[in-house]
């Protein structure tokens, strides 16, 4: 018993600290600790890893958010409101909410903490120039702010580009497949031209609305692509969004586009970028991947990240919800009702069908009509007891009337054979009567071809009622097919196919009908646009924050300049801050990649310097306090050709494989013990932990055979310095015919892909193939050859940036060759020392993580003075994300700092 009154006691206790711990504030999001591998080949790193995104809870009272913003700026093609030119002058009036204007609805997000601006052209009206400010002060009370483009060029820009190009292609319809007469070709450089202008008017506009960093800017539509780029030019630090309503049409479709590149660009601005569906996310990240050579990553919490220009961009997948409340109560209210009663007056007691649709070559009503024939033909014990109503909503495509006619004659086929009962048409009715069908139909066909905003199917449902629901047929192809259950999924395109989902709804059971509807009603009533809306903003809010340490600078000319976002400590090499400290130094380590550092990236095997980069280096080399060397995966047969006559200049070939080393140093390496061990043995040392004292035996061993200075010396000169050491053994090379063999299967069935073979190491190129199958390739050969072979051989490493897969023998890279440099030369360094790497892809991160964690940071006299203190140097090549500690812009601007370092009074 006393166990028990115990038990009592402590349950107690413990929830009356709970509740007092609840009481007293909210927990922090719940963290954990993980180690992952350090960036760019780096140390393991030990991290706390915030959980915050899980933390959904909403604020207490009171309790402020650092991180609130103060404004939100809404940015659409048309402002939400209603505008009349009358004798007394300009009328403004907000747009009512009977209107379905998504943008109008959104002033629900107006609160006290956070203040809601549109921005957008002035619908229905064109305003003459002597007119427009009175209208802009009159708009402002409604916190509406206008852009103003000259009526020529928005003709072209929203008729010709986005209606006449841009809508057809992201709903799947070819510029030709419009007309065949286009003149698409002809006019694109106009109606492109008047995109980018209306685009520049809008960004404009959005800066002299905003006042500071921390309010939002959240962009809508496809009119807009170019903004966030334009907005971010002005403004690096502003949080941007853009939502993307339409669906995003697939990579084959999408890069017909002439401007395909420059769209990406301006939408990959955005600190966050939303889409209905994954189907047109996967669409979007292919378009990336395929035209910028983007991959992307999955971020805690569900999101998908791209890294772009140095900055990281979230991708977020919500469908936009509907005013769930408001429907609902809307099919609740007395007009509702009077019109419901008219409407069953009408039809007589028979089972009432409804079709809702905008006139638009890209919806497809007609073929909808056409399966209610078929329907009907195959079914005629039906017609008695069944009707249908097509709405007809308005459309500002161009196409409207055509699509219109088209339906209008099947509308009259259907009267003609079933009777002119049988079809009712009604052009836009208001919303009240709208929703009266809603109330009473039966079924609900909304079978468009492509849709990525429809909310008809939400509003259908959140007007209906459980006890007597309809069913609802919509087309696979819509946004919301994704997110609604409790719906009949049907291809538009197959006329059979919808007429078959006519019956199955029309014979479907009141009870089957109910569960159907509570399926997709819980989700419609729980998914408003409310809920989307301030999702999308938190989403925005906590992706802005990756970001927000970041400075950014301009690179690119005129309309292609764009932001490239840079830790703030990674500055812009200065030769002017480093020659001081080189002149200073006792000893020089100097080590150099050589593709897209010293010379451009190039596609081929034999790119040979220019012969003012081998002054540049035999100059630097002369000066023996320097030991400069070519760090390059190239063979050692190609690097011997191009420098083998620079006597003083090292080279490590195969990434470390090979070395030659400078001439001046061979007494000392000579003088060094040989090392005893097998070669993995010898290499086994890793970065952080080579001895900093006593004399070293070296890793790389004097190669018996040196056949690969065969290879061409420039004609005329001796071979000297000829002497190539070795990192591995020769029987290191017996997994490469097995290997070899599976390699050659994977490249005979990989179109565009080309094989590399080197005396260490094979390199499996794959930069010719389709983005996507060739990196799915290059992971499936990895996996594979890590299988087959022997484990502890080999490394197997894909790099996507240079779209390669690369083998070597096991722990062979730049990171490690450039610690067991430093390991064997530092009984020949003198104090002070600088060290300086220069490379430009990913595998120079490693050499650089090497050198900044290098033992000889630490001067070997403890009495050094604060000067003499040992420097390191990392520069990368390129803008882009690095753990360098400067960058360059190109091989050139590299040449030029070696040139200054190689003479103090003249550049040569």
């Known amino acids: 018993e006393m166990d028990w009154l115990l038990w009592i006691f402590s349950v107690a206790v413990a929830s009356l600290l709970g509740f007092g711990f609840n009481f007293l504030g909210r927990k922090d999001p719940p963290v954990v600790t993980v180690y992952r591998p350090g960036e760019f080949g780096g140390d393991e790193v030990k991290e706390a890893k915030d959980l915050a995104f899980i933390d959904e809870g909403e604020k207490e009272d009171g309790e402020k958010d650092e991180d609130e913003s103060k404004e939100l700026v809404i940015v659409a093609y048309r402002l939400p409101v209603k505008v009349s030119q009358g004798e007394d002058g300009w009328h403004v009036e907000w747009d009512d909410p009977y209107a379905r204007n998504l943008f109008a609805d959104l002033k629900i997000l107006d609160r006290e903490n956070l203040r809601v601006k549109w921005v957008g052209t002035v619908p229905g009206v064109i305003v003459p120039k002597a007119d427009q400010f009175d209208?802009?002060?009159?708009?402002?009370?409604?916190?509406?702010?206008?852009?103003?483009?000259p009526a020529e060029k928005q003709t072209k820009f929203y008729k010709g580009f986005c209606k006449g190009t841009l809508w057809p292609l992201f709903h799947y319809v070819m510029p030709q497949a419009v007309k065949l007469d286009t003149d698409f070709g002809t006019t694109w450089d106009s109606v492109w031209q008047?995109?980018?202008?209306?685009?520049?008017?809008?960004?404009?506009?959005?800066?002299?609305?905003?006042?500071?960093?921390?309010?939002?800017?959240?962009i809508h539509g496809y009119h807009l692509l170019l903004v966030p780029s334009l907005v971010r030019r002005r403004l690096p630090k502003a949080r941007i969004g853009l939502f993307v309503h339409e669906p995003w049409p697939s990579s084959e479709v999408f890069r017909s586009l002439p401007a395909r590149e420059n769209l990406l660009r301006g939408m990959l601005a955005c600190d966050l970028i939303g889409f209905?569906?994954?189907?047109?996310?996967?669409?979007?990240?292919?378009?990336?991947?395929?035209?910028?050579?983007?991959?992307?990553?999955?971020?805690?919490?569900?999101?998908?990240?791209?890294?772009?220009?140095?900055?990281?961009?979230?991708?977020?997948?919500?469908?936009?919800?509907?005013?769930?409340?408001?429907?609902?109560?809307?099919?609740?209210?007395?007009?509702v009702k009077a019109e419901v009663e008219k409407i069953n007056q009408r039809y007589a007691g028979k089972s009432l069908i409804l079709s809702v649709d905008y006139m638009d070559l890209t919806k497809g009503p007609h073929m909808k009509?056409?399966?209610?024939?078929?329907?009907?033909?195959?079914?005629?014990?039906?017609?008695e007891s069944l009707a249908l109503t097509q709405v007809i909503l308005p459309s500002s495509n161009a196409d409207k009337n055509d699509v219109k006619d088209r339906v209008m004659r099947e509308v009259k086929r259907i009267r003609e054979e079933f009777g002119n009962d049988m079809i009712t048409i009604e052009n836009n009715p208001p919303l009240h009567k709208l929703v009266a069908y809603y109330v009473l139909s039966q079924v609900a066909i909304i079978s468009t071809f492509w849709d990525g905003l429809n909310l008809i199917p939400y509003e259908f449902t959140a007007s209906q009622s459980v006890r007597r629901p309809g069913a609802l047929v919509i087309s696979e192809f819509m946004g919301c097919s994704r997110s609604l259950s409790g719906v009949i999924r049907v291809n538009p395109w197959s006329i059979q196919d919808v007429a078959n989902a006519i019956q199955t709804a029309v014979n479907m059971s009141l009870a089957k009908r109910q569960a159907s509807f509570a399926r997709r009603y819980r989700y419609v009533m729980a998914h408003t646009l409310e809920e989307w809306a301030f999702g999308f903003l938190k989403d925005l809010k906590r992706a802005a924050k990756h970001n927000s340490n970041l400075r950014f600078v301009q690179v690119g000319f005129s309309s292609d300049v764009r932001l490239v976002g840079l830790r703030s400590d990674f500055a812009?090499?200065?030769?002017?801050?480093?020659?001081?400290?080189?002149?200073?130094?006792?000893?020089?380590?100097?080590?150099?990649?050589?593709?897209?550092?010293?010379?451009g990236d190039s596609k081929t095997t034999s790119s040979a310097p220019p012969e003012q980069l081998k002054k540049t280096l035999r100059n630097l080399c002369s000066d023996h306090r320097n030991l400069v060397f070519i760090m390059s995966g190239r063979t050692r047969s190609d690097l011997f050709q191009w420098f083998g006559d620079i006597e003083d200049l090292g080279i490590a070939a195969e990434k470390g494989c090979f070395v030659r080393w400078p001439a001046h140093v061979l007494e000392y390496i000579n003088s060094l013990p040989v090392s005893k061990g097998t070669s993995l043995e010898r290499r086994s040392i890793v970065p952080q932990s080579v001895p900093t004292v006593g004399r070293q035996s070296s890793s790389w061993i004097e190669c018996e055979n040196n056949d690969a200075n065969d290879a061409k010396v420039a004609e005329g000169q001796e071979k000297q310095n000829d002497r190539w050491y070795s990192l591995c053994d020769s029987s290191e090379t017996k997994w490469k015919s097995m290997a070899m063999a599976v390699i050659k299967a994977y490249n005979e069935r990989t179109d565009g892909a080309m094989i590399e073979d080197k005396e260490y190491g094979i390199v499996w190129k794959f930069e010719g193939a389709d983005p996507d199958y060739g990196q799915m390739q290059a992971r499936e050969l990895q996996k594979y050859l890590q299988e087959v072979i022997e484990e502890g051989v080999i490394d197997v490493v894909v790099y996507n940036d240079n779209r390669i897969l690369e083998i070597l023998p096991k722990g062979v890279n730049?990171?490690?060759?450039?610690?067991?440099?430093?390991?064997?030369?530092?009984?020949?360094m003198k104090d002070p020392i600088f060290l300086m790497a220069v490379g430009d892809d990913i595998s120079d991160e490693k050499m650089f993580s090497a050198l900044q964690n290098s033992p000889v940071l630490e001067p070997k006299d403890p009495k050094c003075k604060e000067d003499s203190r040992h420097v390191v140097v990392t520069c990368?090549?390129?803008?882009?994300?690095?753990?360098?500690?400067?960058?360059?812009?190109?091989?050139?601007?590299?040449?030029?700092?070696?040139?200054?370092?190689?003479?103090?009074?003249?550049?040569?």
């Open 135 to 149: 209208l802009e002060e009159q708009l402002e009370e409604f916190s509406c702010f206008p852009v103003f483009i």
């Open 194 to 218: 008047a995109y980018r202008a209306g685009n520049m008017f809008f960004s404009k506009s959005v800066t002299r609305v905003i006042e500071n960093n921390d309010d939002i800017i959240w």
């Open 276 to 335: 209905q569906t994954y189907d047109y996310v996967r669409h979007f990240l292919s378009c990336c991947k395929r035209l910028l050579n983007l991959d992307y990553k999955s971020l805690a919490g569900g999101s998908i990240g791209i890294t772009y220009a140095g900055r990281s961009v979230a991708i977020r997948i919500s469908h936009v919800g509907t005013r769930s409340e408001f429907f609902k109560n809307l099919a609740e209210s007395k007009e």
């Open 369 to 383: 009509l056409q399966s209610f024939y078929r329907f009907l033909k195959s079914h005629p014990e039906k017609c």
């Open 572 to 599: 812009p090499v200065d030769v002017d801050q480093i020659r001081p400290i080189f002149e200073k130094s006792a000893s020089r380590l100097i080590l150099l990649d050589y593709d897209g550092t010293l010379i």
């Open 814 to 828: 730049k990171g490690l060759a450039t610690s067991l440099l430093i390991q064997t030369l530092q009984g020949h």
């Open 876 to 908: 990368c090549v390129g803008l882009k994300p690095s753990n360098a500690h400067y960058y360059a812009h190109d091989p050139e601007e590299v040449r030029e700092v070696l040139r200054a370092l190689s003479s103090r009074n003249t550049y040569m």
